[in-house]
């Protein structure tokens, strides 16, 4: 098979020219916008870790320029062209923003002696180059506070590369956050971290040869960097909207969003500036209520809730709105437009969705049925360039009906690889499925060709015309796609189904987030490695003694499942493991010899061979598991 990337076909061509006919190109206020208040751009704009490995490079986005090609949705290609704008930018005199050095923009605000980063991207070396640029071109300022909007990690995850533990531990810049933050910032980048950290490999296309045929930004950033992740814990936390705190001089308003964009999130009104930060609950796509990477289903109705408040709230007292994505909106009429459009297009999916579950139709029937009023499905920002309309509409189902959708046939399912061998027997045969799927790619029915395809390629993954054809139909469906990450997603399986899996260019439980695990969730993110089946005869218990904090923990395997209790216990542990809460995240580590725990400053006593055992039964996730092959 061929590496080689193909042109677009006839038919997707032909999209291109209706979606160029149906959207209204000719307004260019968002070129305006994303290009005001450009105070310099970095030049070449490619970061470099500590051991010269390029961890960004945005000068690889050059081709994104003029008119675009087949290959590329030509409303895909000009958020591209927007997101892609790369520098150093004024939002209003003391309000700054990097773009372009990461998935998402970091924010300067001035204060009287310093300046207050607002979210420090996804890496140290991102970060530190976006303050060396405000830096170069706004003076020698020291950073007096760092504020997370949320607790993604490409809002928190350059934090050392802004400001260090000692300076916030020594109380000289405070740490803002939402409450809940660390609890999930740590979570879920530990739980089902594995996975997600993979698939998210497919949804940013960080690993895709970049260009026309390949990977030209995911729509709400070009990409993520794939740098080092640290995290700062917060010292000061914001509960309650209407909460009021200063830093270096800047008085700052905040308004609680939970259960939103992120579980735990928050926006953040400058009433000197006249200035709203949105964080990522306004911004210029439609979000995601489930990305594809995976996570918890987002609440839509909360949401448009949310962002009513933040109308009534700030609307009368604010003359720009920005974001930790994408450029600002200027003007308090602008501003309340784009606010109420984003609120409304969350409610409108939210309520419509629910008003057909309740006339029986599925996830898949109310994505394939519904559509946006005329005045959201040509508003810029509401185009599902990161969430669309498609795969949200399922996520709402899902949030409220789950994965079932009644019909009984699909209650008991065979798995993929045993489906696939069925539909292939039942078809005449692999090569049988394969000329029909051609058919059907010749036709431009890609979704049926794929799914054809899919079947055989799961069935017989060494058929060497099934996997070419998939990778060539999931190609055209990439370029054909208008949400950024759909089409990453298509052209990773493209690309895997050729040249073999990339595995995981950016792991987000770095050591950082390990080392801000609570107890509770450390010992959960150990049971989750538990190999069941090989645990189900052990019966272990480990007493764990924290000395900082006088916690004691009781540890048992039983049936399979690692528990913890902090109640009394009634009888001696096989082992105690006594240390203190910053020594504890080591047991993540996996090496639970006692060489290695004491290295690590525990201190044992009893049967050190429970913790051999425990070791033996750990299974921990692979970072390279397949997606389009059995």
Same mark, same amino acid.
């Given at each position: 098979?061929?590496?080689?990337?193909?042109?677009?076909?006839?038919?997707?061509?032909?999209?291109?020219?209706?979606?160029?006919?149906? =959207? #209204?190109?000719?307004?260019?206020?968002?070129?305006?916008?994303?290009?005001?208040?450009?105070?310099?751009?970095?030049?070449?704009?490619?970061?470099?870790?500590?051991?010269?490995?390029?961890?960004?490079?945005?000068?690889?986005?050059?081709?994104?320029?003029?008119?675009?090609?087949?290959?590329?949705?030509?409303?895909?290609?000009?958020?591209?062209?927007?997101?892609?704008?790369?520098?150093?930018?004024?939002?209003?005199?003391?309000?700054?923003?990097?773009?372009?050095?990461?998935?998402?923009?970091?924010?300067?605000?001035?204060?009287?002696?310093?300046?207050? $980063?607002?979210?420090?991207?996804?890496?140290?070396?991102?970060?530190?180059?976006?303050?060396?640029?405000?830096?170069?071109?706004?003076?020698?300022?020291?950073?007096?506070?760092?504020?997370?909007?949320?607790?993604?990690?490409?809002?928190?995850?350059? $934090?050392?590369?802004?400001?260090?533990?000692?300076?916030?531990?020594?109380?000289?810049?405070?740490?803002?956050?939402?409450?809940?933050?660390?609890?999930?910032?740590?979570?879920?980048?530990?739980?089902?971290?594995?996975? &997600?950290?993979?698939?998210?490999?497919?949804?940013?296309?960080?690993?895709?040869?970049?260009? #026309?045929?390949?990977?030209?930004?995911?729509?709400?950033?070009?990409?993520?960097?794939?740098?080092?992740?640290?995290?700062?814990?917060?010292?000061?936390?914001?509960?309650?909207?209407?909460?009021?705190?200063?830093?270096?001089?800047?008085?700052?308003?905040?308004?609680?969003?939970?259960?939103?964009?992120?579980?735990?999130?928050?926006?953040?009104?400058?009433?000197?500036?006249?200035?709203?930060?949105?964080?990522?609950?306004?911004?210029?796509?439609?979000?995601?209520?489930?990305?594809? %990477?995976? @996570?918890?289903?987002?609440?839509?109705?909360?949401?448009?809730?949310?962002?009513?408040?933040?109308?009534? =709230?700030?609307?009368?007292?604010?003359?720009?709105?920005?974001?930790?994505?994408?450029?600002?909106?200027?003007?308090?009429?602008?501003?309340?437009?784009?606010?109420?459009?984003?609120?409304?297009?969350?409610?409108? +999916? !939210?309520?419509?969705?629910?008003?057909?579950? /309740?006339?029986?139709?599925?996830?898949?029937?109310?994505?394939?049925?519904?559509?946006?009023?005329?005045?959201?499905? /040509?508003?810029?920002? @509401?185009?599902?360039?990161?969430?669309? $309309?498609? !795969?949200?509409?399922?996520?709402?189902?899902? %949030?409220? &009906?789950?994965?079932?959708?009644?019909? #009984?046939?699909?209650?008991?399912?065979?798995?993929?690889?045993?489906?696939?061998?069925?539909?292939?027997?039942?078809?005449?045969?692999?090569?049988?499925?394969?000329?029909?799927?051609?058919?059907?790619?010749?036709?431009?029915?890609?979704?049926?060709?794929?799914?054809?395809?899919? !079947?055989?390629?799961?069935?017989? #993954?060494?058929?060497?015309?099934?996997?070419?054809?998939?990778?060539?139909?999931?190609?055209?469906?990439?370029?054909? @796609?208008?949400?950024?990450?759909?089409? /990453?997603?298509?052209?990773?399986?493209?690309?895997?189904?050729?040249?073999?899996?990339?595995?995981?260019?950016?792991?987000?439980?770095?050591?950082?987030?390990?080392?801000?695990?609570?107890?509770?969730?450390?010992?959960?993110?150990?049971?989750?490695?538990?190999?069941?089946?090989? @645990?189900?005869?052990?019966?272990?218990?480990?007493?764990?003694?924290?000395?900082?904090?006088?916690?004691?923990?009781?540890?048992?395997?039983?049936?399979?499942? +690692?528990?913890?209790?902090?109640?009394?216990?009634?009888?001696?542990?096989?082992?105690?493991?006594?240390?203190?809460? %910053? /020594?504890?995240?080591?047991?993540?580590?996996?090496?639970?010899?006692?060489?290695?725990?004491?290295?690590?400053?525990?201190? &044992?006593?009893?049967?050190?061979?429970?913790?051999?055992? =425990?070791?033996?039964?750990?299974?921990?996730?692979?970072?390279?598991?397949?997606?389009?092959?059995?």
């Amino acid at each position: 098979m061929t590496s080689e990337a193909r042109p677009a076909q006839l038919f997707i061509a032909r999209q291109q020219s209706d979606v160029r006919a149906q =959207l #209204p190109f000719s307004d260019t206020q968002d070129f305006d916008d994303a290009s005001r208040g450009l105070l310099a751009s970095r030049e070449p704009n490619a970061v470099t870790a500590e051991d010269g490995r390029v961890v960004w490079d945005n000068d690889t986005y050059a081709f994104v320029e003029g008119e675009a090609p087949d290959t590329v949705n030509p409303s895909l290609w000009r958020q591209s062209q927007l997101v892609v704008k790369q520098g150093l930018f004024e939002v209003v005199e003391g309000i700054y923003q990097v773009r372009g050095l990461d998935l998402s923009n970091v924010t300067f605000v001035e204060g009287t002696t310093g300046v207050v $980063v607002i979210d420090p991207l996804i890496s140290t070396q991102t970060a530190a180059a976006a303050l060396a640029l405000y830096r170069e071109h706004r003076g020698e300022r020291p950073v007096t506070g760092v504020i997370y909007t949320h607790s993604h990690v490409d809002h928190f995850g350059g $934090v050392k590369g802004v400001t260090t533990q000692e300076d916030v531990d020594a109380g000289r810049v405070p740490v803002l956050a939402p409450e809940g933050f660390i609890e999930h910032a740590v979570a879920e980048n530990v739980y089902a971290g594995t996975a &997600m950290a993979r698939r998210a490999a497919y949804m940013y296309g960080a690993a895709l040869a970049r260009g #026309p045929r390949g990977q030209v930004g995911a729509g709400l950033g070009q990409t993520t960097s794939t740098g080092t992740i640290s995290l700062i814990a917060p010292t000061v936390d914001i509960t309650t909207t209407g909460q009021q705190e200063t830093v270096d001089g800047v008085r700052m308003v905040f308004q609680m969003a939970p259960d939103t964009e992120a579980p735990s999130e928050m926006l953040i009104h400058f009433p000197g500036l006249r200035a709203l930060c949105t964080a990522e609950d306004a911004t210029h796509t439609l979000h995601n209520l489930l990305t594809l %990477r995976g @996570a918890v289903v987002r609440d839509p109705h909360n949401w448009s809730r949310y962002l009513t408040e933040t109308i009534d =709230l700030f609307g009368d007292e604010t003359d720009v709105a920005f974001a930790s994505h994408h450029w600002p909106t200027w003007g308090q009429d602008r501003v309340k437009e784009f606010l109420t459009s984003q609120r409304d297009l969350y409610g409108y +999916l !939210h309520d419509q969705t629910l008003r057909l579950i /309740n006339k029986g139709w599925t996830g898949t029937e109310i994505a394939e049925g519904l559509k946006l009023p005329p005045a959201l499905e /040509n508003a810029w920002s @509401a185009r599902g360039y990161y969430g669309s $309309v498609n !795969h949200d509409l399922k996520a709402i189902y899902q %949030r409220y &009906m789950g994965w079932f959708d009644g019909n #009984p046939a699909h209650l008991w399912q065979h798995t993929p690889v045993d489906t696939g061998t069925r539909y292939v027997e039942a078809m005449g045969g692999a090569d049988a499925v394969v000329a029909k799927a051609r058919e059907a790619f010749e036709a431009a029915d890609l979704r049926w060709a794929a799914e054809l395809l899919s !079947h055989a390629v799961f069935a017989q #993954p060494d058929h060497a015309a099934a996997r070419e054809l998939l990778a060539d139909t999931y190609e055209q469906l990439g370029y054909g @796609a208008e949400n950024g990450t759909w089409r /990453n997603f298509y052209l990773s399986g493209t690309t895997e189904l050729r040249d073999g899996q990339f595995g995981t260019p950016t792991v987000t439980a770095s050591a950082d987030i390990i080392d801000n695990l609570t107890p509770p969730l450390l010992f959960d993110a150990l049971a989750i490695q538990i190999n069941g089946p090989e @645990a189900w005869d052990d019966d272990l218990t480990i007493d764990v003694a924290l000395t900082d904090t006088g916690d004691h923990y009781r540890l048992r395997l039983a049936n399979g499942v +690692l528990t913890y209790t902090t109640a009394p216990p009634a009888d001696a542990a096989a082992v105690t493991l006594t240390t203190t809460t %910053r /020594n504890l995240p080591a047991l993540a580590a996996g090496d639970l010899s006692p060489e290695a725990l004491a290295a690590a400053g525990f201190e &044992m006593d009893g049967d050190t061979s429970v913790l051999d055992r =425990l070791a033996a039964v750990l299974d921990p996730g692979d970072f390279n598991f397949a997606i389009v092959t059995p």
